[in-house]
């Protein structure tokens, strides 16, 4: 006997597979649904054994589940900046058709739909922190719009179905997240330090590192997205971690806590990188009682042992 059947898509991926993994803790049969354009059946080749599926399919084609699903959550997509500027159309695409598939097989499951969307709505914000009012500024034709605008589109399409069809949706804007599993190579701030710091490589800060982000640990984030789900809110909560640094501080901290001897080297700053991003998390504290509790140090030094493990390092 199992629990209730939760749909994950982009299950093979980093957020995904580690949210597989509480939802089977939480006695949940959990169906996996991946494409593996960025994921890998590494990060649930351990979950075989448990009440568990997985299925190689695309979300923008028609989605079929052979049992009643209870639960959706749909985080398909690519979701680093390199990985999203390799696959620009794949990534409207998901954002828009496999949106579309995924509400469309909540709709006749009669399930609860959770959508990953994130805190690139808002752009390169003009309203610091950013909270979920602020309708975001965004370059809808600049590299990074082929992932924004298919979130925003994502976002409107839940909102209809919840207004049109009463689909009981939900909406987390997740902030930047990170923690063991994640692909060394997809470009993001803290698994492209952690490599280089391992390799005694320079540390590659794009601009002069003053841009902040805030960055949350994945443990508190999979909790957060299981605490909306279980929620009757339908308006968008931002996930994240309030505590905001430069990248500068982020490159510093990773060359501490690795005892790496490597350079910090300066590179061109990416087109549309927002300035500024630290969610205000007010919403998701009151509605959902949720906070990150794992301190971003900690955090560090798991993700940090992690990379050592795969790559040889001990
Ligand atoms: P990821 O790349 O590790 O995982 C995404 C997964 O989606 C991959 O396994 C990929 O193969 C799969 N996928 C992509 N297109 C697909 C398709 N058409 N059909 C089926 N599967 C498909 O990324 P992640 O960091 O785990 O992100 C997960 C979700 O969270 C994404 O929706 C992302 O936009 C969102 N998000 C993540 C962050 C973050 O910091 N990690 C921040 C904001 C939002
Ligand atoms: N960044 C950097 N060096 C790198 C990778 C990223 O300085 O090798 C910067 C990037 O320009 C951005 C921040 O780190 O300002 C976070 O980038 P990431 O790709 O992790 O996520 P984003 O928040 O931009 O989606």
């Given at each position: 006997m199992h629990g209730p059947v939760a749909l994950v898509t982009g299950g093979a991926g980093f957020i995904g597979s580690h949210l597989c993994e509480y939802l089977l803790k939480q006695g949940y049969f959990v169906v996996a649904m991946d494409n593996l354009l960025t994921g890998d059946v590494q990060n649930i080749a351990h979950l075989y054994?448990?009440?568990?599926?997985?299925?190689?399919h695309d979300v923008t084609n028609y989605i079929y589940v052979d049992r009643p699903v209870a639960f959706v959550y749909?985080?398909?997509?690519?979701?680093?900046?390199?990985?999203?500027?390799?696959?620009?159309?794949?990534?409207?695409?998901?954002?828009?058709?496999?949106?579309h598939k995924a509400l469309g097989l909540a709709?006749?499951?009669?399930?609860?739909?959770?959508?990953?969307?994130?805190?690139?709505?808002?752009g390169d914000p003009r309203v610091h922190p950013q909270a979920e009012d602020y309708w975001g500024n965004v370059n809808p034709i600049g590299p990074r719009g082929v992932y924004d605008e298919a979130k925003r589109f994502a976002e409107a399409l839940t909102m209809a179905y919840h207004r049109v069809h009463g689909i009981d949706t939900k909406i987390a804007r997740i902030f930047n997240t990170f923690g063991?599993?994640?692909?060394?190579?997809?470009?993001?701030?803290?698994?492209?330090?952690?490599?280089?710091?391992?390799?005694?490589?320079?540390?590659?800060?794009?601009?002069?590192?003053?841009?902040?982000?805030?960055?949350?640990?994945?443990?508190?984030?999979?909790?957060?997205?299981?605490?909306?789900?279980m929620s009757d809110y339908h308006l968008p909560v931002n996930l994240g971690n309030p505590q905001e640094m430069t990248v500068l501080e982020l490159a510093e901290l990773i060359l501490r806590l690795t005892g790496s001897r490597s350079r910090i080297e300066f590179r061109p700053l990416p087109q549309d990188d927002p300035r500024v991003r630290q969610p205000d998390i007010t919403r998701a504290r009151s509605i959902l009682g949720w906070e990150p509790r794992v301190p971003l140090e900690e955090g560090l030094k798991e993700t940090i042992a992690d990379f050592r493990r795969r790559l040889g390092l001990g």
């Open positions: 054994n448990q009440p568990f599926l997985f299925i190689h749909h985080l398909a997509s690519p979701a680093s900046p390199k990985d999203y500027q390799v696959y620009p159309i794949q990534t409207l695409k998901v954002g828009a058709l496999g949106t709709l006749r499951h009669r399930a609860r739909f959770l959508l990953a969307s994130t805190s690139e709505v808002y063991p599993r994640m692909r060394m190579d997809d470009g993001r701030a803290v698994p492209t330090f952690i490599v280089q710091a391992l390799r005694g490589e320079p540390l590659t800060v794009y601009g002069d590192g003053s841009q902040t982000r805030s960055f949350c640990y994945i443990s508190d984030m999979v909790e957060g997205l299981y605490r909306l789900m």
